[in-house]
């Protein structure tokens, strides 16, 4: 009986489908030494730049592409649900056949990162993506790693690497936009406060340098304390009691917080002041902040404390979670053979106590249609962060920040 391999061509491709091998079986049964010479040759071609195998029917069978995420600090809710949506967007229908992902942190120190990265591409990676924890430090060991074709993308922070590619939102137009609300919103005077991200990471300086440039031009603000925040809501609650022992909230006329309104606003209310006189607070998007943002009297499920609608004066931006998700999209398309720009701006999440809007089931459709902040009965963390919508990820939702589930 006629073996029924025999039957069929094999052609053994590269990433852009060309022929690398083609070998079409006698039809009379082969020989162990024939069956030999044949598995020789494909997995010679195999070798050759990640070659894929292709049957009669000409579809293509690739191996799952080696992708790492280097994390560096991740002492805060919005680390927690970055990892989350990259996590989810790996295990979603677009990418669950072509990405084997492998997870590493660093924490807060750039020689670590290094090394981890160096690891990675000994390993054989083909895609990193990765949270620099330093615009510049990193730059060696990323042109080491595209020299060796490896596609090296960044996300949130940006590196200075001209092989490499950047997903973020425009950072400096982030600390002007909300430095000049402030600004308006104290009719160009005040004391006010500001508290500072992660020091050295290009999202902090830069943040930071554009809202300061804004209260320059304004001789009547003044700033009378700064901290340094790690855009964490424990952080920021330590920081600010230091600044309030010696600076009485009475001193106080406006904050700028790239994390924090959430806690300030709380410690606010702890102090005795009604919502009616909280002062106004230009931060981060948590999902606490938002909440508090809504006009006093909003129906909303599970709020207690400070977590209610307060009327709280204020502008929400952040840099948002899924920006992880989208930078391994991007990588994976890159792989396949596509082609994207170098530098990708994102879309600057922003809410206003306009524009603040309560979501209604919280699915991506949900927030397609213009929904930006949750239900405390959902998200029982108020520090976690709401700006997790994208046009372009809907295989990521709410589920996905929360547990790295996917929408599909």
Known sequence: MQASCCRFRYDCVDRRNKVLISITPDKRRPNMGETMNIFARLTAALLMGGAMLVGANGMAQAKPYKVYLSMSYIGNDWQAEAENMVKAMAASTTLKNKVRLDVQVAGPNAQRQIQQINAMVEAGAQAIVVYPISP??????????????????????????????DVHIDQTEAGRVTGQWLADTLHGKGNIVVMDGVPGTSVDTARTAAAKAVFAKYPGIHIIAEGVGMWSQAVARTEL?????????SSIDGLWMQVGCL??????????????????????????????????????????????????????????????????????????????????VLPLPLATNATVHLCTTGTWQDMRSGCNVFQPAVITNPGWFAAIFSKDTPEVGLQAALHGTPEQ
């Open 136 to 165: 510049t430090a990193l730059d060696p060991v990323i042109r080491s790693a595209c020299a060796r074709h490896v596609v090296v993308i960044a996300y949130d922070a940006q590196v200075t690497e001209p092989c490499a590619y």
């Open 241 to 249: 009691s230091k600044i309030v022992a010696t600076h009485p909230w």
């Open 263 to 344: 806690t300030a606003t709380s410690m606010e209310s702890e102090a005795g002041i009604k919502d009616a006189a909280l002062k106004p607070c230009a931060g981060e998007g948590s999902n606490g902040h938002r909440i508090e943002m809504l006009p006093e009297g909003t129906a909303v499920q599970g709020g207690q404390g400070p977590y209610r609608p307060m009327g709280l004066p204020s502008i929400s931006y952040a840099s948002p979670p899924y920006s992880g998700a989208l930078a391994l999209k991007l990588a994976v398309e890159k792989l396949d053979g596509g082609t994207m720009p170098h530098n990708i």
